[in-house]
């Protein structure tokens, strides 16, 4: 693979711009307002601003610059306890008893800013359940030019990869040693190895694309945004929280926001659409806190419904994580990358019709709830997350005041269907641990620890030890039914003007990490608006 280009040296006119309006002013008025710089947002603003002709304002609740520690690849854990995440838990979740931390980027560049930088996508079978799902035209084939127009990696199949997006992808560099040795003994395992995992079509185990360009990490706004904040049609004004949608006669026409320093509310009117980019919570959140959700719901919280949109925070999906986690018989050196290097995508049923499984190689032993784990270079870990849930959960408000936390529940393994997936890639984990390749590197199962065998004891294990891949989605799924929050040009059912262009669109969620499939997403938004 030839060399990756370094990211640019950001001159002060190329910093974020941050605009201001006093309290009590004229209302500002633009053509497109954007809420959410995160990955699509940047994406959807980054795009339409193209038009020199139109105006576009993007909003994000974050801050300009992320912290210092967000360039840094194998730093991205520490982000997690910055004001850079959101800081949202789950609620004590019915089948296993626990509440589990989640990501939320709230900085220019969203999750994309904060996460472990793998940029795949999913397997085609679980884009195709979209069009089943009532999301007509949304299918793998009509993704991929949107996927290939996002980024830019060398020497792949050009039919199926892009070269000359703004994001530039492609495996660790250098690797770590005891992936390495994971990858070898995959074939140990009896499984295959895939010339390219990242791609959508392919089964087995690779290396993973990363967004990692110099040793450095790149976001989405890095890619996007900041090189084009010199066109004088584009404002992107960070601190900036959305109070709500200003909506009059079913047609959205602006938003109320306020700044750390304006002292009140801003005012701005959008001549052509509101576009809600602020992810799968934020995004249902600030429909609810404008009226537009289950209005049972609304109404016990003494908001006004504008308009009964059940489907509004229902939906909600994520791939829960589980670990078995290994001591090392010698030092695990030190990751230059993301920790997470290497992924497979398996089939539980050979039957299905895609990949319901993924498993990932880690070089350091993931710190897990209620159990014991090695220190920092003294062992490495592979995760098990099942990647088609059947569980369904929701996202509720618990208070009207804009930004407040709120009552997630992803009800993790509410389907049991879910848990038996995650102990079937237990044991298969287990089994990659135990390959010829791994002989110099393993010393003995951390966890669960080889005295757990049975499924009952296994899957006793999953539910204490569950965590979040930090994957939420489709919390205003598209679709044509009753519950459906958006169409398949991602136009609110019932409001004009006003689309949402985030993971919370998803029907379902795809067999990968979810930033790759975001930004084809966005990429595809923006065309339809600019039709």
Known sequence: MSPRPSLPTRSPQQQTRRTLYPMRAAHARFDFIVVGGGTAGSVIAARLSQDERVSVLLLEAG??????????????????????NWGDTTVVQAATGTSVALARGRVLGGGSAINAM??????????????????????????????????????????????????????????????????????????RRAADISGGVEEGFGWSDLNIVGGQRQNAADAYIRPVLHRPNLTVTTDALVHRLRLSNGRCTGVEYSTGDSGGLVVAESSSEVVLTAGTLGSAQLLMLS????????????????????????????????????RSARQVPAGAN???????????????????????????????????????????????????????????????????????????????RDLATMVHGLRLARELGQTPALDTWRSAEAQPTSALSSDDELRAYARKTVTSYMH????????????????????????TGLRVADASIFPSIPSANTNATVCAIAERAADMIKS
């Open 118 to 191: 793998a940029f795949v996508r999913g397997h085609r079978s679980s884009y195709d359940a979209w069009p089943q799902a009532g999301a007509k035209g949304w299918g793998f084939d009509d993704l991929l030019p949107y996927f290939k127009r996002s980024e830019n990696t060398v020497g792949r199949n050009p039919e199926l990869r892009g070269v000359g997006g703004p994001l530039t992808v492609g495996p660790a560099t250098p690797p770590n040693p005891v992936v390495a040795a994971l990858l070898e003994g995959v074939e140990q395992a009896g499984h």
């Open 472 to 495: 939420l989605v489709g919390t205003c799924r598209m679709g044509e039914d009753a519950m459906a929050v958006v169409d398949s040009e991602l136009r609110l059912h019932g409001i």
């Open 291 to 326: 009226g537009v959700g289950p209005q049972n719901h609304l109404r016990d919280l003494g908001i006004d419904v504008a308009l009964d949109l059940p489907g509004v925070g229902a939906n909600l999906q994520d791939h829960p994580i589980g670990y078995v986690i290994y």
């Open 338 to 416: 993301n920790h997470g290097e290497a992924h497979g995508l398996l089939r539980t049923d050979a039957a299905s019709d895609g990949p319901d499984l993924q498993m990932f190689f880690v070089d350091i032993p993931i710190p897990i709830p209620s159990a014991e784990v090695p220190e920092l270079g003294q062992g490495y870990a592979i995760g098990v997350s099942p990647m088609r849930p059947h569980s369904r959960g929701t996202v509720r408000l618990a208070s009207a005041e804009p930004g407040a936390s709120l009552r997630v529940d992803p009800n993790y393994f509410g389907d049991d």
């Open 63 to 84: 801050n300009s610059e992320s912290p210092a520690a967000g360039a840094v690849p194998p730093a991205w854990p520490t982000l997690l306890q910055t004001p850079a």
